[in-house]
């Protein structure tokens, strides 16, 4: 089976960091796009940002030039550093992953979800 792991969320004060970690394992035949998404209570998950697997990486707005993403395609993990953190970044942060395995000579391809960190901004 394939699983993700999420590490790196807790508590932190307005304008400090974090740097999250996702790590992809099982048989996997490639790993396509990865990202990020979060969700506040209440509210709908969104998302952060993603990155392909040749490094292009997209960000919602309000992560510009606060958070960067990236990944170690040989350890088959992604990150992402978040810089300046708000309250409102308060959220359970979910790491994505486009994946394609091929089981029995069948390809498959499809979305896997981490369990997911909490990031608390507070003071």
């Known amino acids: 089976q394939v699983q993700l792991v999420e590490s790196g969320g807790g508590l932190v004060q307005p304008g400090g960091s974090l740097r999250l970690s996702c790590a992809a394992s099982g048989r996997i035949f490639s790993i396509n796009d990865m990202g990020w998404y979060r969700q506040a209570p209440g509210k709908e998950r969104e998302l952060v940002a993603n990155i392909s697997s040749g490094g292009s990486a997209n960000y919602a707005d309000s992560m510009k030039g606060r958070f960067t993403i990236s990944r170690d395609n040989a350890k088959n993990t992604v990150y992402l550093q978040m810089n300046s953190l708000k309250p409102e970044d308060t959220a359970v942060y979910y790491c994505?992953?486009?994946?394609?395995?091929?089981?029995?000579?069948?390809?498959?391809?499809?979305?896997?979800w981490g369990q997911g960190t909490q990031v608390t901004v507070s003071s």
């Open positions: 994505n992953a486009d994946l394609t395995r091929i089981v029995g000579g069948v390809v498959y391809e499809k979305d896997y």
